[in-house]
């Protein structure tokens, strides 16, 4: 571009300065550099102006392009904040989570030992009362052991006369072998149930039906461990069942004869147990 204005201007200088007479065909000559020189004068002032405008184009593309990159840096910033106190939070919710879990693991070991103690207890009550009740077993007793309890059935014809509520006296020796082993065992919780079978009563004065009968025969096998064998009282409990849980449902003579019976559910105290699960 200097070099066009710098030849533009020599011209200018030689047509008003020089005193010399030029040809017409050099004149033109001239005039056609000068015409020349013009066109590409305004071209090039065409072409800076194209290229300032896209200078100015890209410098407003890079303010734009490093405003983005300062956001992104911003967000990047953020995110890797974030990403520590979560990384940080995440860190002690598994420990606070392994710890609560070591706990809980220890709490169910003690739970299985309790469990493992009890079935112990129980197996070796249930052996102990079989060997000191072996002499009445072929007499209507059992001994045997449903959901961790151990269950004493007597049917009603080793303790009671046909429609009586009192204890005969091979019944009271059946019931004493069991209570000489119920007094070794103080952990042991007693219920008594009375149980009979779906024929009507009748003729049996105060007693009106089964629930009578079964409750009363109850309470007088739970008076004679506790009033005559003194078991504590606060360990024994009597209930009725009447005839509404049978163990045979045949219906003929020998199966009502299995329901008419005596049960007393010995279960260990849990105490320990329920303290563990609270």
């Given at each position: 571009?200097?070099?066009?204005?710098?030849?533009?201007?020599?011209?200018?200088?030689?047509?008003?300065?020089?005193?010399?007479?030029?040809?017409?065909?050099?004149?033109?000559?001239?005039?056609?550099?000068?015409?020349?020189?013009?066109?590409?004068?305004?071209?090039?002032?065409?072409?800076?102006?194209?290229?300032?405008?896209?200078?100015?184009?890209?410098?407003?593309?890079?303010?734009?392009?490093?405003?983005?990159?300062?956001?992104?840096?911003?967000?990047?910033?953020?995110?890797?904040?974030?990403y520590?106190?979560?990384?940080?939070?995440?860190?002690?919710?598994?420990?606070?989570?392994?710890?609560?879990?070591?706990?809980?693991?220890?709490?169910?070991?003690?739970?299985?030992?309790?469990?493992?103690?009890?079935?112990?207890?129980?197996?070796?009550?249930?052996?102990?009362?079989?060997?000191?009740?072996?002499?009445?077993?072929?007499?209507?007793?059992?001994v045997?052991?449903?959901?961790?309890?151990?269950?004493?059935?007597?049917?009603?014809?080793?303790?009671?006369?046909?429609?009586?509520?009192?204890?005969?006296?091979?019944?009271?020796?059946?019931?004493?072998?069991?209570?000489d082993?119920l007094?070794?065992?103080?952990?042991?919780?007693?219920?008594?149930?009375?149980?009979?079978?779906?024929?009507?009563?009748?003729?049996?004065?105060?007693?009106?039906?089964?629930?009578?009968?079964?409750?009363?025969?109850?309470?007088?096998?739970?008076?004679?461990?506790?009033?005559?064998?003194?078991?504590?009282?606060?360990?024994?409990?009597?209930?009725?069942?009447?005839?509404?849980?049978?163990?045979?449902?045949?219906?003929?003579?020998?199966?009502?004869?299995?329901?008419?019976?005596?049960?007393?559910v010995?279960?260990?105290?849990?105490?320990?147990?329920?303290?563990?699960?609270?």
């Amino acid at each position: 571009m200097k070099r066009i204005l710098f030849i533009t201007t020599i011209l200018a200088a030689s047509s008003f300065s020089s005193c010399v007479v030029l040809s017409n065909k050099k004149y033109k000559t001239l005039l056609s550099q000068k015409d020349s020189l013009s066109a590409g004068w305004d071209a090039a002032k065409v072409k800076v102006s194209s290229l300032e405008e896209e200078i100015g184009r890209l410098q407003a593309d890079t303010a734009r392009l490093n405003a983005r990159i300062i956001d992104l840096q911003s967000s990047l910033a953020g995110l890797n904040s974030n990403y520590s106190a979560l990384r940080a939070n995440s860190s002690t919710e598994i420990s606070k989570l392994s710890e609560d879990l070591k706990k809980r693991e220890a709490r169910l070991k003690e739970v299985e030992d309790v469990l493992r103690k009890r079935d112990e207890a129980t197996n070796a009550l249930r052996d102990k009362l079989q060997k000191a009740l072996l002499g009445f077993q072929q007499s209507g007793l059992s001994v045997d052991i449903r959901n961790g309890k151990v269950y004493v059935s007597l049917t009603d014809k080793l303790l009671f006369a046909s429609g009586s509520i009192v204890i005969d006296d091979k019944g009271k020796q059946a019931l004493k072998g069991l209570a000489d082993v119920l007094k070794t065992q103080p952990e042991i919780n007693i219920s008594v149930e009375g149980h009979t079978d779906d024929q009507r009563i009748v003729n049996l004065g105060q007693i009106k039906d089964n629930w009578d009968l079964s409750v009363l025969r109850a309470t007088s096998v739970v008076r004679f461990l506790t009033d005559e064998q003194k078991l504590e009282n606060s360990r024994v409990t009597a209930t009725g069942k009447g005839q509404y849980q049978p163990v045979d449902a045949a219906g003929t003579p020998e199966a009502r004869s299995h329901n008419r019976r005596i049960e007393i559910v010995l279960s260990p105290k849990l105490d320990e147990l329920y303290n563990l699960i609270k």
